[in-house]
């Protein structure tokens, strides 16, 4: 390489960057006129869902864009790089508009739309009075489960993470991953989530800091009323743990050929199969 073109190659070229025909605004025109398919693979939702989510979005949590970007392209970025776990910079490309326009707007849309977590994930009835109807019509766990409201667990998310943070966060499997604990009710509806805990911490850790910090709204059981968790977990009042040292999931029960025996067994087993709610409903989400 000569000396002009290693000039060339490190001097900046001034011509205009974001010069595409298929602007981000044109692009979700086309998504929401064409094939059903095609929104739900790069928003992970339905047409009429992200329409309502824009609607819900504006009125409610402030969404706006701007002279040159609308609400409707804000929303449609943020939710272009949650689901595909995409950068800044594919966005930029994606959308034509400038890193620090897509930063910016990325942080309003995910701003609103964390607004908007605060009113769905939670409780329907957070005093917990009536018997859910998957343990009130299930003879396994009626009337012996009638005061359990929902299950927690932990699950390890993929993060990506500055190099200089990474260490803490990498899991059990070498990937840098965050620990998201999470409460679910027998309906497999989320009504709690706590997410940013790196992937070393334990499920403990971050249960005990739930409990403990009123500014995350943590839905605590009421008195008489009860939490499914594993072995892992504190044992607190409110939160019922299986019996140690003893048979519990559901897989042990299965390939054993000892039949179930003593109430301790009868109790792990039944424990088991209804805290799975929770495995079930993390399995869902992530297959969004």
């Known amino acids: 390489m000569s000396s002009i073109e290693r000039l060339d190659y490190y001097v900046r070229d001034t011509r205009p960057c974001m010069t595409s025909a298929q602007t981000g605004a044109k692009w979700i025109k086309e998504l929401l006129e064409g094939h059903p398919d095609r929104i739900h693979d790069a928003f992970r939702m339905s047409k009429r869902i992200y329409i309502d989510l824009l609607h ?20 449609g970025l943020t939710l272009y790089i949650l689901a595909q776990g995409g950068s800044i910079r594919l966005a930029k490309e994606r959308f034509q508009h400038s890193t620090e326009t897509i930063s910016r707007y990325f942080s309003k849309g995910l701003t609103s739309l964390l607004l908007l977590s605060a009113e769905v994930i939670k409780p329907m009835d957070p005093q917990f009075r009536e018997i859910p109807a998957e343990i009130r019509s299930d003879a396994r766990y009626m009337p012996f489960f009638k005061d359990y409201v929902g299950a927690i667990d932990g699950t390890h998310v993929d993060a990506r993470i500055p190099v200089e943070d990474q260490v803490r966060y990498i899991g059990r ?41 009123n500014r995350l709204n943590f839905p605590h059981p009421p008195q008489g009323k009860f939490y499914l968790v594993d072995a892992g977990y504190l044992l607190k009042m409110g939160y019922l743990k299986p019996y140690p040292d003893t048979r519990y999931h559901l897989a042990d029960y299965a390939r054993g050929s000892r039949p179930v025996h003593g109430r301790q067994e009868h109790f792990n087993k039944a424990h088991s199969s209804l805290r799975s709610i929770i495995e079930r409903t993390f399995g869902v989400w992530k297959k969004k």
């Open 173 to 213: 499997h070498g990937t840098t991953t965050q620990n998201v604990m999470a409460v679910c009710d027998f309906n497999m509806c989320f009504t709690f989530a706590l997410a940013g805990w790196e992937g070393t911490a334990h499920d403990s850790r971050i249960f005990a800091r739930a409990l403990r910090d």
């Open 56 to 75: 819900k979005l504006e009125v409610d949590h402030e969404l706006q864009g701007s002279q040159r970007t609308t609400a409707r392209e804000v929303l």
